[in-house]
């Protein structure tokens, strides 16, 4: 089951913040976060495991409630590197899973 | 060095060809992947190895056929293509499967089917 992203896309100024939030129908074990630029790989930002365990990027923060099966991105303090599609991985906490489902993604601009 | 390397970059074929793309990473991870990210960035997994065992053979055509002659090497192999087919195709690994693990993505091979 695909996690489902909000919002779907957000232009910011440099400087200020953004949430992007990721949330699933199923239980879930962890929730990865990768950013993509345009014409690029998806590179890893942050894990997020269930029981609170988090891996991932100085610079930005992201939350998990295990309860309501969602995750948030914070970046604070945007800057025109942030700009990019930002995609949640979801894995089931169906035994042997060994798999993400990722979100359609949201897309994120910075501008001066 | 280039941590995870796909070869080719760009791939441009006519419907019913058959082609494939190759896949290594030199960092030691014993997991990798082929995803397929179509035209609106849909990004979905079709296979994954783990030391060279198939674990994960999501829906996907029997046209596309995966090997891992070894750990380090995932290739793709696709028959009979169509139009599709056509999307950026990536390869990925991690050093085990998730979900404590990040994934590292090659840099994608672009499929064009006419």
């Known amino acids: 089951q695909q996690p489902v992203q909000s919002p779907q896309a957000v232009i910011l100024r440099e400087g200020e913040d953004a949430v992007i939030n990721c949330s699933s129908s199923?239980?879930?074990?962890?929730v990865h976060w990768y950013r993509q630029k345009h014409g690029e790989a998806p590179v890893f930002l942050m894990i997020?495991?269930?029981?609170?365990e988090q891996k991932g990027h100085e610079k930005i923060s992201a939350s998990f409630n295990e309860k309501k099966q969602q995750s948030s991105l914070y970046l604070t303090a945007s800057q025109l590197s942030y700009s990019g599609t930002y995609f949640c991985?979801?894995?089931?906490?169906?035994?042997?899973?060994?798999?993400?489902?990722f979100g359609k993604g949201t897309k994120l601009s910075v501008i001066p | 060095d280039t941590a995870v390397s796909q070869t080719p970059k760009y791939l441009v074929t006519q419907m019913g060809n058959d082609k494939s793309i190759k896949c290594e990473q030199n960092?030691?991870?014993?997991?990798m992947y082929w995803y397929k990210q179509d035209s609106k960035k849909f990004l979905k997994i079709m296979f994954s190895?783990?030391?060279?065992?198939?674990?994960i053979n999501e829906t996907v055509p029997n046209r596309f056929s995966p090997k891992s002659p070894d750990k380090a090497h995932l290739n793709l192999h696709i028959n009979s293509l169509e139009l599709g087919d056509s999307a950026v195709y990536f390869c990925?690994?991690?050093?085990?499967?998730?979900?404590?693990?990040?994934?590292?993505f090659g840099p994608g091979t672009r499929l064009t089917v006419t």
């Open positions: 990925a690994s991690s050093r085990g499967t998730v979900p404590s693990y990040e994934q590292y």
């Open positions: 199923k239980a879930l074990y962890s």
């Open positions: 997020l495991l269930k029981g609170g």
């Open positions: 960092l030691g991870h014993d997991t």
């Open positions: 190895y783990n030391n060279k065992e198939l674990i």
């Open positions: 991985g979801t894995e089931d906490s169906g035994a042997g899973s060994y798999q993400l489902t």
